[in-house]
Structures are given as structure tokens and as C-alpha cells.
């Protein structure tokens, strides 16, 4: 009841579904649609229809049957297939289906009621077809009988009936049947339809296993397929004629039918040799495929040729003629060779040769892994040849097939080879996805790969890499490699790793074995590379790295490359590795200690000249540090110091005093006063001076040993050199650095002491005039200006006497205790003062011979005695006091006295006295005046002997003496000075 | 104060000029009494024999090429540094350039190398030295201790001998120079000194005899020209005296040519006196 319902509903609404333009059908369809409405809508007008009309309207129908049917189908396949699903394939097609009842109603309705309405036949006919399309072919054969049955002799709808039939029978499996249908129906040649009933007829002999008459069907219908009056049914014979051929047992007869009369018959002949394959076995179906192969060939057709081979390929593998398929392969690869195949057929051949190959494969290392020595070496070969062939036709999976050929050699233990394989497989792997690569293998026709596709692309690319590092590293492990095969190999290896993942766990170990591959082997910028590269990628891994760079550092030190060694060091001051500053003072020196090592030698063996050549060349390369540049310095100027180039030595010795750090420059203050001492031996004072006072002034606040003895140099020398100024300069310096008072006393008075002993009195009077008042140098002024005065007094210079004198006095002590010089001083002028006082006084003063009175006589006399006691009382003290130039010139005074009274007495005859008296008196006046001259006869004596004793250089002493007189009258005194010799040896034999 | 400053530096600057020595150069080697001593006094032709001896610096020195000298004798400082003849050979070069300061530093030195100072050319050196810086007493000391210590000590004694004279100690001077002279009799420099001895203590005769050994190369010097013209006016012998003083030019030393000039006064005065009586005597 709800069917019915449901059908009137839709019935009504029929119209309405394609009454109007529906915008999701064409425009053709439409169009139609639109017709046809139009139509039934006029033919509707009519209020009374015979049965033409309704005919009509039937035809019509049906039309509108199959444009709804249509526009279902549309609905059906764009609806989402869960509402497909929710509602049911036959919900989609209720139109149609509806409208096909009602025809088939209308139609029946209208026999019914014209039974002898002349289109019945025709009614049947539409009624038939609409079963078999529309109504699940279940009425179709009784409305065709019916048609044959109702139709008008030598009508065409008999025709089309028995061919509707015939196929009906036909798809209905009813062969027999079908072809008396087609029997029938194939005697109307005009049909354009004859080829295709041939065809069908073959198939259907074919069915009833009348194979011969199927193939004279469809070689009947392939013939006439050439003719324009009918429909060519020409592919679907070749599609079958092929199988008709293999079923009537005349399979080469089939064969050369495809070579005599297609063009291409590659197709057809590939499906009949399979066919062939099936049903004939080998030698028939490589009949055809030869055949087919040759006429490929013949005619140049290189596609079908492939397309021959490829079949081919299958047909030996289940035929296991692996040899045949190893040829077919190797065509293949020729053919690429010589063009690249396209897409499809690289992906087909690719397909089954990889296949095949692996199958081989498996085969071969199952067997390997049973009885690894007795492998079969041409099964080994020809895997590999395979495989290389594959590379070739499928070059982008050049990787895989290179790994598989690793793989089929380590199976059998080959690890040098599955070694090289996996390297060669490694290294297309990384350039896979590179522009260049891509551009070069990727074919122009090659279908553009999905995104997803892509990734799982990158994803297999990635695992394969992956395997490949795990195969690498156990062909390393367990290759029997020579040396420098395991060396090249393993180096590969490695830096291949890193170079693919730079950071992950097995990379970060890799780094320190590639390094000490590379140390074990000297090649050590690589393995300072390798560090380097270690370094970018864990900076974490600080100490180990230090113990590598270490390394490196160690094999420089040993081989003594010093430009190496020089270039790092700036690196680790800057704080690379942050190595501690003990470390890069480490390298410093055993960088100076090999650069230094040669010249060293050069110098030990004599050739300074060379050696201080060589340190200079270090100082003059920009390649070393500040440090090196200063030691190569100091050794130079140690060297040209050894060759007594003076200047040169202090030249750069300044220059290493200006270079060397602190501690450096301390560290050597041994040196450095050794060096300031031998520069002054070799007579440079200048120098050695310049060099202690500058390491004073650099060291002014440090203690050390050297130092008071540096100081003593610096003006020292400075003073042998006369630059006396400098010396003053240097003196100061003491003060400032620290030096004791003691020592700079001791320097200061030497400096002093240098002016008194060269005669440079006019430097000591300026010293005195600025340190007159230090309370210290009192006794030195004095013992000075002592020795200047007497020195002065030996001269004979009176003048020098007395301005000495007027200074010292001015430094007189007044008050506290005098010195023994100031004593002495006192003494000499209290002398100086008396004496003349006393040399002039006469004490020889008589009175006039002619006027002779004995009582003025007697006391003139007794004055005159009286004085010469006073004299010799005045002269006492300064006697006694052991001034040897005082002593000897009061000894000198007293004689000189003396012996005048005495001389003067001995002479005296007064004038005018008695003979006797006179001779009395001369008597007793000569006995006076021997006295007297006795006496100063014993001071003289005295003198000349204390003189003598004591060698007193006294200039006075010549009368004392008696030099004659002519030498104090024409001044000549014997020049000491012009006649002394200097004493070159100690003497003996020359 | 100032004006006595003033006074004594320059009293002290023109007292830096003087000759450097009236010693003779004596060719025959037997005739010269130091030769295994002094160099001083060798001629050009014995320094060139001293070229393949341990003093061809020291030659050098003496021949006037003090720089050359001082480099060889750089060149073999460090095997010499504690031997005392190379540093009293390096104080002589030094000496002979008159660079006093690093002259006195060297004998120094030279004496720093030896047990107790005693070394006798070093000591005498620097007595040599002292002498020339007029002091004395110092000098004196030295030609002492030279003599003392080890060694041949000829040239100290020969030096302390001159200091004597110089202040007329002839009674120390003589001895000392009499003993010397018998090892060589005809060195003209000690056959001077030793007629000066005699001539300071009156004994012309002596004095003129002794003057009249030296050779003949060296008589025509001015010193001994002047002691002998003073030994031949002591004796009266005014036209012998007059003759010589004549035919010498003194322009060595201004003290000789000072004295010599006024002495050729005193002949000349005598001269003329003798002149005058012979005149008044031919008359009377």
C-alpha cells in the first residue's frame, strides 16, 4: 500500500522533476528535457489519444526515463556515501523506476486495448529494452518474443528483436541460443552493426567451444571492421581473437594473424601469449612473444617491444627461466640506455625486476647464512648485475638498490665489498633530494608527487640512511680491511656521520674516534678539523675537547712546529677551549723553547753572529706572540753582549725590558745584573748604567736581591763615564725605590770621593754646597777639604790654600766635638797665623859693631835668647802636635833662627874694645854661637831625619836639605810626574 | 764665598794642561832597565815584536791605536775575567788615553782579582795615576806597595824614586836609584834620575859624570840638557854651559823652558862678568 502511495506521489511530482531548468544537468540534457516535456505536454492536450499517441507518449517516456535516470546517477554518485549508505541505492532510482512501470503499464495498456495496433511489436520492443535497462532484465526475453511474435513480416524491428535477443541470450550465458539469434540476425549485412554481431557470435561459439567457427566469426568481423558501413569492433576481436586462437589450439596460426595484420599487435599478443602461457604451457606462449618481440623490433616500435619484455619478465619468472628473464633484463637496460623509459614502464620493469631480484636475494642469503662458503658466486653476480641494472633504469633509487648490493655481500661476509656498496649507497643517498639531482633524474613526464607522498618519500630516504650507517659501521667491525683500507674507510665512515647528523648521541662519540683516527695517522689538520667540528656541535664537551686539542698541541710540541704552536697561542689567549692562563703560559714557553732550540745549538757551537741573527728574524715575525718577540730580544742582546757588540746588546736588550711582561722581566733581575756587570766589563759604562737604572726605575717598589747592587751600577758608572748629571739622577732614584739609606750614603759619598780623587774640585765644591748641611758627610767634607789643602800646599799653590781654607772654616764645628781634621785645620791656620808672626820677628838683632856697649849688647842679647826660647815655646805645641808639614817647618823656623843668632854671634866683632876683651868676648860669643848652631845644626837634623823617616813630601824643604841654591834660583824641580812608568806585566822574561 | 769658588775653578782649569811624559823611547832593548816591565818607553819597532805575545793589545795602546788596542782586548774578556794582567792591561789603555776615571776603575778591578790587592802593576798604576792627579803622598803609597808585593819591582822603585826627587828625599832617592842603575848602565832615564840625585845634593862632579853615560841619542834632551847645564854652571864651566843651553830648544815642558831660560841668564850674567874682568885685567 505504501508502495502505491509512494508511486502516485511520485508520479505527481514526475513532471515537476523535470519540468523545470535544472542548473545541475547540462544544457543538452535540458534541452532534451525540455523537448520532450513539451511534447507530452502537447500530446496531453489531447483530450482523446488513439494508440499512436499513447505510443508516442511511450516513446517519450522512455526518453524522460533515461534522462532521469541520468540525473540520478548524477545525485547518486555526488551524494556523501553515509547518506548513500542511510538511504539505499534503490531510494536514489525511485524516478526512474517509477516512471518504468508506468510506461511498461501504459504499454501493456495499450496492446491490451488495440491488440492489433500495428506498433505492437514496436510496444513490445520498447517495453523489452526498458525491462532489460530499467527493470532488471527479468521481462526482457518475453517482451522480445512478444515483439517477434506481434511483428509485421520484413519489419526491422524483427532485426532488431532477434539481435536484442541474441544478445539478451548472450549476456545471459544462453550461447546456443544467442547464436541462433545471430545466425539470423548476421544475414542482414546492411546492419552497421554486423561486425559486432560477429563478434558476439564468436564469443559465443567460443562458449560452446566451437573454437574454429569463433575464430572465423572474429576474424570475419575483425576484416569487416574495416569497412566504413559498420561499427569497427576491430580492438575487442584483437582483445579476443588472441584467446580464440589459444583455445582452438592454433596458437602460431594466432600469433603471425596479429603480425600480418596489426600494426602494433604488442597488446594482443602480450594477453595471448599469458593466455597461451596458461593454457599451452612455455613453448607455445614464447612462441608468440617471440612474435610479438621480433615484429616489435621489426617494425621499430620500441614501446610495444617493452611492453613485449615486461610480459616477458613475468612469463619467465613463473616459468623460472631465470635466464631468459636475466636477457629480457638486460634488453631492458639497453633500451634505457640508449632513452629512459617512461614512467609507466620504469615503474612496471622496476616492479618485477626488483621483485625477482628479491626473491634471488632472499633465496641466496638464506642459503649464505647456511653454508657461507660455498656461495654461488655467479648467483652473487648476477644479484649485483641485477641491482645495477635497476640503479639505471630507476636511478632515483639508486641508494636502495646500492644498499641491497651491500646487503647481499655481507650476507656472505664480503665487507670489503658490501663496504663499497654501502658507501656508494650512502653517497647517492645524501645528493638524493639535492636540486641538482633531482632536476637531472626526475623525468619530465614523471607524475608530480603528492604532498604526502613526498613526506613518506623523505620518511623512507630517512630509514634508509639510517641502515646504511648501521651497515657501514658493522662492515667496518667486521672487514678484514689492510691498514689504509680501514683507514679511508672508517675515516668515510665517520665524517660522513657527522656530516648527516651532526648532532646525536652516536655522532658525539664519533667525534672523538675520527679525531684520534686522525692523530694515530698524523694528519693533524684534519684532526683539528674534527675538533673543530666537535666543538660547534657540543660546546658542551669542554674538558674532553681541551684533552683533544691537547693532543694536538702535544704532536706539534713533538714535532717542533713552531708556526703551528705560534698560531694557536693567540687563539688560547683569547680564551679558546678556555684553557687556564697556566696552560697557554706552558705553550708560550715551549714555543720559545723550539723556536730557541736551533739557534740555541748555533750558539753552543760557536756561531753567535748566526744565532743572534736567528733570534732577531723571531723578533721581526709578526707570527709570535709579544712574549717570544721579547725573548728573542733578550737572546740577541745576550748574544751580541758574548760578541761584544755593546750597543747592539743594549739596544735590544731595552727593547726585551720593553716587551716582557711583569713577571717575565722580574723573573730575569739575576740576568739582568749579570748582564749590567758584563757590559761594564766589556767597557760600555754608558750601558750597563742605562740598563740598572731603568730596571730600578721599572722595579722601584719591589724588593729584591739585586737591586742595591743595580743601584750601585747606575751611578757607578754613570760616574766612570763622566755623565755626572745622570749619576745625580740616578742617585735620587735610590730614595724613591726603596734602596737603604745606608747604600745610597755609600753611593753619595763615592760620587764625592770620584771628585776628590780625579781632582774635580769644582763638581765637589757644587756637591758641597747641596749636601754641606747633611750631618753624615760631616767627616767626609772634612777629611776633604783637609787632603784638598794639603794637596793644594804640596803645589806650592798658595792661593787654592787659602780659598779651601775659607770653605772648610765655613763648616767649622763651634760647638759640639771637632773632628780630627777640623783639629788639624785649626792647628795649620792658628799656624799660619803665628808664623809668619814668628819668621818675622828678628832674634837676631845685635847692636851695631862700631857702637859696641856690653850692657846693650848683653840685653839685646838676652833678648834675643829670650826669643828664641819664645819661639821654640810658641813652636812646642805645634811640634808636638805631629802634623808632619808643621812639624818640619817649625824644625825649619828654629834652625833658620838658630843658626842666624848663631852665624850672627860667630861673626860679630865690635869695634873699638880692647885686644883682650876683645878676644874674650869673641871667645865667649863663639862658644854661644856654637851652641846656638849645634842647636839648629840638631833641629835641622831633626828635621832632615823626621822627613826622611816619616817621607814627608814637603815642597819647603830644600834649604833644609841643601839642594843648592841655583835650583830654588832658576825654580827647577824634578817633575815626578813626566819620569814615572806605568808597570804593563808583573815582570820576568818576555 | 762665591769669589773663592770662582777662583779655584779656574786656578783648577789651567792646571789641566801638561805634557805627559819626558821619558825617552829606547831602541836597544839592553838599554832599557824596565823593558820586562814598562812598555812606555819601547819604540815602534819592539811594539811590533810585542804582536804575537799575549800584549799585542797592550802594544797597540802604547802605539797609539788605544780604540784597536781596547777591542782586542774586549774580544777576550769572558777567559779573562778574574786575571788581573788583563784588567791592568785594560786600565793602561785607558790610562794611555788619558781617561783617568775608567783607567783608575780597571786597576781597581785588576786588583779585586788578587788575594789581598797585591798585584804590582795595578798598585803601581794606580800610583802613576795619583801622581798625575798630583796627589802625592797617595802615589807614593802605591810605588810602596807595588814594590812589596810579588814580582819584579824595578819600575815601583824607579817610581818611588822620582816621587823623592820631586821633594828632594835624595837620601831615599839614591840608594833606590844606584841599585837600579847597576842592572843597566846605560838606561838614559836612570842615569838621569840618578845624576839628578847627585846634582840636587851638590855633587856636580858625580852629577856630570853620570850625565855624561847616557847615550848620545838621548844627551840632547832638554831635561838632561838643563841638569847638565846646571852641573856646568856649579862648576864654573859657564861657556860649556852656555854652549848647550844654546843649542837646545825647550818647547817640551814650560817649567824646563822657564828654568832653562833663567839659568841662561845666570851663565850669560857670569859670562859677561868673567868677560868684564878679563877686559879690565887685559887692561890693567
New interface residues.
Partial sequence: MLKIYTTILLLLFIPSLIQAEDKNMSKKWNRLSHLINEEIKTIKTITKMGPRLRWRLIELNTERIKLIREKENKTFLSAKSSFRKSKGKKWFFKGSKALYYQVRKDGLKIIKKWPRFKYASEIYYTLALNARDYGGDKETEKYLLKSLKNAIPRSPIIHAAKTSLAEHYYNGKKYKKAIRYYTDVLKNKDDEWYTKHLYNVGWCYIKTKDYNKAIESAKLSFFNSKNKNYISVRNQVLQSIGFFFVLAERVEEGADFYVLNVEKPGEFMIKMAKKTAEDRGYAKAEYVFKAALENSIDKKNLDEEIEVRLAQLDFYRNFKKFENFWSTTVALDEINKVKPLGNDFQVTAVEKIRSFVGYLQVRFTRNSKTNIENYDEEQKKRILHFFDVLARINSTETDTYRYYQGETLFAISDFKGSFDYYKQSLEYNRTKFSKKISKVTTLSKAPKLTKEEIIENRKKHEALRLKIFDSLLASLENGKFNKDERYSRTVFTYKSHIEVYPKNERTRKIHTKLFNLYLNKKEIDNSQAALENYMAAYKKDKTIQQGMFTQIMDFYIKSKNSDKIALWIPKLKSGFLSFDKGYVEKAVLILGSILFDSYQKMDGAGNKDEAAIGYLSLFESEKYPQSIKAKSAYRASILFL?L?KTKEAFKWMNTALKLFNEKERFQRKKEILAFVQTLM???D?TSSASIAARYISIYCNSKFKQKEELYRASVQYE????NYELAFSNYHLGKKCGIKRSVRRDVLLSMAG?FV???Q??KY?KFFQTYKKEKWLKGFFHNSFLAIY??YY??G?K??M???T??YK?IFDKKGPKTKAQIEMETVLAFNKVYPLLEKKDMDNLPLENNFKEDVFNKLLEKNVESLKGLTASLTPYIKSGYPHLVTKCYQLLESKYSKLGNSLMVYSPKGLPKEYLQGFKGAMKGLAKNLLKEAHGQRLTAIRL??KE?????E??TI????E??S?????????????????????? | MIKNLTLLMITLLFASCATKHLTSKVSDPLGDSFREESFLRYTEARLQKLENTPYKALAKCHGGETKEGLKLLQNTMSENKRNPEYWNQVGMCYFLMEDFAKAEYFYELSLNQVKKRSFAPALNNLGVLKLRLRHYEEALNYFKDAARASGAHKVPLFNQAQVYLQFNLLDQAGPILEKLSKTSKNDPDLLFSLGSVYLLKGQMKRALATYNRIPEGYKNREDVTLVTAIGLYEQGLFYQAKKILKAKNFIDYVPLKRSARKLTQLVEEKIKEIEAKKAADKKG
Avoid: C, M, T
Avoid at chain 1, 760616574?719 to 763622566?722: K, L, Q
Avoid at chain 1, 817621607?951 to 815642597?955: K, S, T, V
Avoid at chain 1, 836639605?961 to 843648592?964: D, E, F, N, S
Avoid at chain 1, 834660583?969 to 818576555?990: C, E, M, S, T
Fill in positions: 758574548d761584544y766589563l766589556s767597557q759604562f760616574i766612570v763615564e763622566g770620584y780623587r780625579h781632582r774640585y769644582s765644591i794639603w794637596d804640596l803645589a799653590n792661593k787654592s787659602n780659598q779651601v775659607e770653605l765655613g822627613i826622611n817621607n814627608i813630601l814637603n815642597p824643604v830644600d836639605v841643601g839642594v843648592p841655583i835650583i834660583i832658576i825654580k827647577h824641580r824634578h817633575p815626578a810626574n813626566l819620569y814615572v812608568l806605568p808597570k804593563d806585566r808583573k815582570g820576568g822574561p818576555l
